[in-house]
């Protein structure tokens, strides 16, 4: 049997590891870091801090991650093969680098428990039977929680839902109708998500969110798309890479 730990780690900042994460850091024989192509791999060097910071104890195994291809007409059925992809990645580390009885950590950005293929990932690893697991899912701060919290707003408001969404799904998610506020993940094409926003509605954008990076605008979607536009241009341009969320809502 080897254990696992799905850790989620908050968006860079060691001060969003819950107590929960440290302690699961602490205890654990290996961690696997899985190294991105190109510039996001900074991503792979702050969970390398991390580890050295809360895991000192732990050996260091690092990979090169599975990549997906993000330009398929074909998205689903894209990020299917990426995942089984991942899932050997995994199986085989396990494997070769955790011993029977060891335990083993994987430090997800943002929480686990909201949006990341780990969990889904493990889960197939079980389904497949070739290492007998035992694992569990550390929660940690994500990105709409500390958009909203930025922004010193909420992501609620009395009697009202919220939808989370990627932002391919913005106009099948009712924004014209006002029946949801969303909270839009993942929006790396333009005409994804905020190009289909209603004039009218307000948006809370916020890019590398709780990092010295951090970059937020909002105001009504009229007022603010275009500089949203330019801004997440810019700052991909300048880094090779951008992670951002928005909430938006009607009135």
Do not use: N
Not at 64 to 72: E, G, I, L
Not at 111 to 116: F, T, V
Not at 208 to 213: A, E, K, L, Q
Not at 215 to 241: P, S, T, Y
């Amino acid at each position: 049997m080897r254990t696992v730990q799905v850790v989620g780690i908050g968006l860079g900042d060691p001060g969003q590891l819950t107590l929960d994460a440290v302690e699961a850091l602490g205890g654990v024989d290996v961690v696997v870091l899985l190294h991105k192509p190109g510039p996001a791999d900074e991503l792979t060097a702050v969970r390398a801090g991390l580890v050295e910071r809360f895991a000192p104890q732990a050996r260091v195994v690092e990979r090169d991650d599975a990549v997906r291809d993000r330009t398929s007409p074909d998205y689903e059925g894209a990020t299917e093969r990426w995942r089984d992809e991942r899932a050997a990645l995994y199986e085989q580390t396990l494997l070769d680098e955790v011993p029977e009885g060891g335990s083993c950590a994987l430090l997800v950005w943002g929480d686990p428990a909201i949006y990341d293929g780990t969990v889904e990932m493990l889960h197939r690893l079980d389904a497949r039977g070739r290492v007998d697991l035992d694992w569990r899912v550390v929660p940690g701060l994500g990105a709409p929680s500390v958009l909203a919290a930025a922004h010193r707003t909420t992501l609620t408001r009395t009697a009202r839902a919220a939808t989370i969404t990627p932002a391919r799904r913005v106009l099948d998610d009712s924004v014209d109708s006002g029946e949801a506020d969303l909270v839009v993940m993942l929006d790396s094409a333009k005409d994804h998500g905020l190009d289909h926003l209603p004039d009218d509605a307000t948006v809370y954008w916020g890019a590398y969110v709780g990092t010295p990076d951090e970059v937020l605008l909002a105001g009504r979607v009229a007022d603010v798309r275009e500089q949203i536009l330019a801004r997440r241009a810019q700052e991909r341009e300048r880094k090779g890479w951008i992670m951002d969320t928005y909430l938006v809502r009607r009135r």
